[in-house]
């Protein structure tokens, strides 16, 4: 029995906007196995950030929770207090952002910084949380550890920032760490930097990851499952070797296969259309006005999540039957 | 195949403090040189503070070189006083990598895309609008987009627009700066299977600016890779990624992320962090980093070398056959 | 797209609607001022002088009979004229100083801001003290000496929302197609600085109207007997100790509304106006 760090069962979270309540994310289920990496994949308006935030509990005024549970550990975060959910975030669950330098307080010194977050979830303080500052930052492997903790977050690159966020966020041994586009901001040469760090840092420490990122690269390098999601749901979940060897769903086969490569002379294949509005989400699957493989059913009916392989679950009436796109052209 | 741009020994330098009386040169580019041949998409390879956005904005004059030539089908344009450029502007056009921010908030898209045909009074009145309608429905849009403003269409509708604003004039040159990298993965394939279209239609020749190493693979026959402003390989596409000859082009592509999760791929890390245009070595700029890096690459400054018919590449040692690639020296 | 605005706006702040209400009022007020007073502010009446507020006269009489209530109603006309025309011109001209300096910067740039230091060096009021005696007192000189102080605010404004615009995409793109700059500056840059432009002038139209109270009260703006709120204050001060308090009052009253009407409408303006909605 494969035990789970992360259980969000049936999450429902919505916006309230001027032209009427936006429902994100409609019955959100998605499970995490302690110590591996889960990577969600999705494009602008698919909600991964949403989910991101709702497992915090960041959701603020005009976004709500409606519905759902969010097991960490067996505990329900969603029905924590808020200061109970302080002790949480931080300390047992951290999240870095897409961008580096916009997460540091421009004002504050690497080594403030740091203490600060010491002080308050393990009341260190004094020379005890300086060696633990000075470890934190070797362990991200960032260089001259005593020339960066006086350093401000203007005086260092995109990477290193990144990297100081990564400390910031292991400093109190989290369970959970979560990366919202954590590299998406970053040079590629720095993005295979963070991303070794990150590998090396889960087997080192044991970390439990979730990675949230629209790279499908970023997926190949650094996780062992796979989580599609679209129009606020999930469509695909599956291993990643699985995933990218026969995807079911046809979204996620078409978004490996319009990945650019060499190849000076056929056109990319494409999905038409455009990522639908949350809005006036379409009538039965939110695929299915763009899906080469749509059928009326699909219209009308709704498909619910299933199990076609072990582990291998997709939403869909008409999978994939096939791998739609090879990887050996690549 | 005629030369519709000819570049020679650009340079863009800016003088920045650096506190009390002290003044840094920051040289963003170094000595370009390169030529866009009639119909044909260069790419432009980069990473941050390689410089290639100031290259793009240089020869469309956005920017003042500070040294060098640009010419345009035979007329130099560098030193051309504002009167005389701005009708040559019709010829020249830009796409840029943000569409929310290049597009003017309170214009609608229609106006954008026809102030440039009403500026080069390429048409007046109810021919220009009609003018307008083709244009937009040649990039992917229909007429009824023409009315609406920015916000209220998505980042791939918003691009389209752009590059709709940009064929307004009849343009045989556009430089395309990262057009693609704010988008999403299925928006890019759209996108850039669109270009490659209207390339084809009209006979465009493009300038490909892009960090994305497969994106310029599969649109540009010719590829230009730029590091701290400088040159450091040239050569065709196919050639170019199946044998890098300069160690920063290895880096490069080694640091690209697997396609798969079972892809091998043979790492190159380079030392140190990413260098600042602001501190550059005396040497080959890539030499504090490279693996392969002697004495005389710290101290030598590299030109570019031709290596086969229609290659070049600014590293002695690559040149003179003395590197193994798979044998860094420590 | 902008009504669609403003009523999202004015359901997420309802107390804009009792601003925008009050200042509809006003402005009907000074339109219609000669059809709803009931008597010609100008008309004296020594025989009636200073009777407390009752019939025939609602808000009472001062020590040379003329009817308050009339006289308030007309300063309606002259004390939103001062305003709009001191923050018109104060916006236009600051406006135009401000995006000329922010876009050409260098020299340029220096020697407005310079300009606008000075002005902003003295304090605001002595300022408009010292132009409206230059000028000499009336209602146009009025309205020059508070427009001329309240200027660099407009200035700096512009200049400042324009330094960050100058190098945005659009900018570029606008020259890249084939704009001279003057048209970059003017048609695409000035529109996007000018929703805080706005903001501000709500805002500043109360002070506006204090400030020429103000000025007026000191015999420096316009003068006696034109029904201007302030004049008519400080024909009443030395009724007060003799317990005529009217006479000062319901002007005083009026330039209150007047002020928190402008006020709570500057602040909805902010939020309607405000990018980060969007």
Redesign the interface.
């Given at each position: 029995m494969t035990e789970y760090l992360l259980q969000i069962e049936d999450l429902h979270t919505c916006f309230q906007t001027?032209n009427g309540i936006v429902h994100v994310l409609r019955g959100l289920s998605l499970n995490v196995p302690r110590g591996q990496v889960v990577g969600i994949v999705g494009e602008s308006g698919s909600g991964k950030t949403v989910t991101a935030l709702s497992i915090m509990r960041l959701i603020r005024p005009p976004g709500r929770i409606l519905s759902g549970r969010i097991l960490f550990q067996g505990t329900d975060l969603l029905r924590l207090s808020e200061q109970q959910m302080e002790r949480v975030r931080g300390r047992q669950i951290a999240m870095i952002f897409q961008q580096p330098r916009e997460s540091l307080n421009p004002v504050l010194t690497v080594e403030t910084q740091i203490r600060l977050v010491l002080r308050q979830h393990l009341g260190l303080d004094g020379h005890a949380a300086l060696t633990r500052a000075r470890h934190l930052l070797r362990q991200v492997e960032l260089p001259d550890v005593d020339r960066l903790l006086r350093a401000y977050p203007h005086e260092l690159s995109g990477g290193m920032c990144q990297r100081v966020m990564i400390a910031l966020c292991l400093a109190c041994s989290p369970k959970l760490l979560i990366a919202d586009e954590a590299t998406t901001a970053l040079d590629v040469t720095v993005q295979l930097q963070i991303l070794r760090l990150l590998r090396q840092l889960r087997e080192e420490l044991g970390l439990t990851l979730v990675v949230i990122t629209h790279n499908l690269g970023v997926v190949a390098e650094l996780c062992q499952w796979v989580a599609v999601m679209y129009a606020g749901e999930l469509v695909e979940f599956a291993p990643a070797e699985q995933f990218f060897r026969a995807p079911f769903h046809p979204y996620a086969a078409r978004l490996l296969a319009c990945r650019p490569a060499i190849s000076l002379e056929d056109d990319l294949p494409v999905i038409p259309g455009v990522v639908p509005d949350l809005l006036t989400r379409p009538s039965g699957c939110p695929f299915h006005p763009r899906c080469h493989r749509a059928r009326p059913r699909c219209r009308l009916e709704h498909p619910s999540l299933e199990e076609r392989l072990p582990g291998h679950e997709v939403r869909c009436f008409f999978p994939e039957e096939v791998p739609a796109w090879t990887p050996s052209l690549r | 195949m005629d030369a519709l741009l000819e570049v020679s020994g650009l340079s863009k330098h800016y003088i920045v403090s650096g506190g009390l009386l002290r003044r840094h040169i920051l040289r963003a580019v170094d000595g370009v040189s390169f030529t866009v041949s009639s119909g044909e998409t260069l790419g432009v390879v980069g990473e941050s503070g390689s410089g290639k956005s100031t290259l793009g904005?240089c020869l469309?004059r956005?920017e003042e070189p500070s040294e060098g030539v640009v010419k345009y089908r035979g007329i130099d344009i560098t030193g051309l006083p504002?009167s005389s450029l701005?009708p040559l502007?019709?010829h020249l056009?830009?796409v840029?990598?943000?569409p929310a921010?290049?597009?003017?908030?309170?214009?609608t898209v229609g106006t954008a895309v026809l102030?440039?045909i009403l500026?080069?009074g390429l048409a007046r009145g109810v021919a220009a609008r009609r003018r307008v309608i083709e244009l937009f429905e040649l990039v992917g849009l229909s007429e009824e987009h023409v009315a609406r403003?920015p916000?209220?269409l998505s980042g791939g509708q918003q691009q389209r627009v752009?590059i709709a604003?940009a064929l307004?004039?009849n343009p045989q040159f556009v430089v395309l700066d990262e057009p693609t990298s704010a988008l999403d993965v299925s928006v890019q394939a759209q996108l850039l299977n669109l270009l490659r279209a209207l390339q084809r239609r009209l006979g465009l020749s493009y300038l490909f600016i892009s960090h994305d190493l497969s994106v310029v693979s599969y649109m540009a026959r010719r590829v230009v890779v730029l590091y701290l402003g400088r040159v450091v390989e040239e050569g065709p596409t196919r050639a170019l990624f199946d044998d890098p000859k300069h160690p920063y082009t290895r880096t490069l592509l080694s640091a690209v992320p697997a396609n798969t999760p079972w892809e091998q791929r043979h790492r190159i890390i380079p030392r140190g962090e990413p260098a600042s245009p602001l501190a550059r070595p005396a040497g080959c700029p890539f030499s504090p980093r490279c693996p392969w890096a002697v004495q005389r690459c710290h101290e030598e400054p590299q030109a570019l070398q031709p290596v086969g018919p229609d290659r070049q590449v600014a590293c002695w040692r690559s040149i003179e056959g003395k590197i193994v690639w798979t044998r860094p020296e420590a | 797209?902008r009504l669609?605005d403003l009523g999202?706006g004015l359901r997420r702040n309802p107390i804009t609607i009792v601003g925008l209400v009050l200042l509809a009022g006003l402005m009907l007020v000074a339109l219609l001022a000669p059809l709803l007073a009931p008597q010609d502010p100008y008309a004296t009446n020594p025989a009636r002088s200073l009777r407390p507020p009752g019939p025939g006269h609602l808000f009472g009489t001062d020590t040379f009979g003329h009817d308050i209530f009339s006289r308030v109603l007309h300063g309606a006309r002259i004390d939103l004229m001062v305003a709009a025309g001191a923050v018109g011109l104060a916006m236009v001209l600051g406006g135009f100083l401000g995006a000329v300096a922010g876009y050409a910067s260098g020299w340029l740039d220096d020697g407005i801001m310079r300009l606008m230091d000075m002005l902003q060096a003295f304090p605001n009021f002595i300022l408009a003290l010292g132009i409206a005696a230059a000028l000499g007192p009336s209602l146009p000189n009025l309205i020059i000496a508070i427009g001329l102080t309240n200027l660099p605010i407009y200035a700096r404004l512009v200049r400042s929302r324009l330094l960050s615009l100058r190098v945005?995409?659009?900018a570029?793109?606008?020259?890249?197609?084939?704009?001279?700059p003057w048209r970059v500056l003017f048609v695409?840059l000035l529109?996007?600085c000018l929703a805080p432009v706005f903001v501000q002038a709500t805002l500043q139209s109360g002070w506006a109207i204090l400030q020429a109270a103000g000025l007026s009260f000191i015999g420096l703006g316009v003068r006696v007997p034109t029904p201007e709120w302030g004049v008519m204050i400080s024909m009443g001060v030395p009724q007060l100790t003799s317990g005529h308090w009217w006479v000062s009052f319901f002007p005083g009253l009026a330039i209150m509304v007047a002020v928190i009407a402008f006020n709570l409408v500057g602040d909805g303006l902010q939020d309607v106006l405000d990018p980060r909605r969007?």
């Open positions: 001027r | 904005r469309l956005l504002d701005r502007r019709r056009q830009m840029f990598q943000d921010d290049s597009l003017n908030p309170r214009m102030e440039p500026l080069h403003y916000h209220q752009a604003r307004a004039s | 797209m669609a999202y945005s995409g659009f570029l793109a606008a020259a890249s197609v084939g704009n001279p695409h529109p996007n969007r």
